[in-house]
């Protein structure tokens, strides 16, 4: 995954506490969709797995968007939103 690539969230996020609310089939019609604007490498840290040890930073296309992995706290709640490559996946081309 790199910086422009289309995203949606994963049958792994929308399972998790936080995401759930955008499973319920509320963007069947309009799917959630996101452009990945900035990937950061968070170093070589002892404690976090690979999938932690990158953030990607994404701008939903839609008003009523998680603002991180943990829901919709807002922009302004959390200093440095972002999603981990498990939250994310492709979007597909069909």
Same mark, same amino acid.
């Given at each position: 995954?790199?910086?422009?690539?289309?995203?949606?969230?994963?049958?792994?996020?929308?399972?998790?506490?936080?995401?759930?609310?955008?499973?319920?089939? =509320? &963007?069947?019609?309009?799917?959630?969709?996101?452009?990945?604007?900035?990937?950061?490498?968070?170093? %070589?840290? +002892?404690?976090? *797995?690979?999938?932690?040890?990158?953030?990607?930073?994404?701008?939903?296309?839609?008003?009523?968007?998680?603002?991180? =992995? &943990?829901?919709?706290?807002?922009?302004?709640?959390?200093?440095?939103?972002?999603?981990?490559?498990? %939250?994310? +996946?492709?979007? *597909?081309?069909?």
């Amino acid at each position: 995954m790199k910086a422009g690539d289309l995203v949606t969230l994963s049958a792994y996020a929308k399972q998790t506490v936080d995401l759930n609310r955008w499973a319920l089939g =509320r &963007w069947i019609k309009n799917p959630l969709v996101g452009i990945v604007v900035k990937i950061e490498a968070m170093g %070589d840290r +002892k404690y976090h *797995s690979q999938n932690q040890n990158m953030r990607y930073h994404i701008n939903w296309m839609h008003a009523d968007a998680p603002a991180s =992995r &943990w829901g919709s706290y807002g922009y302004g709640a959390r200093s440095n939103p972002y999603f981990y490559r498990k %939250d994310l +996946k492709f979007v *597909s081309k069909s």
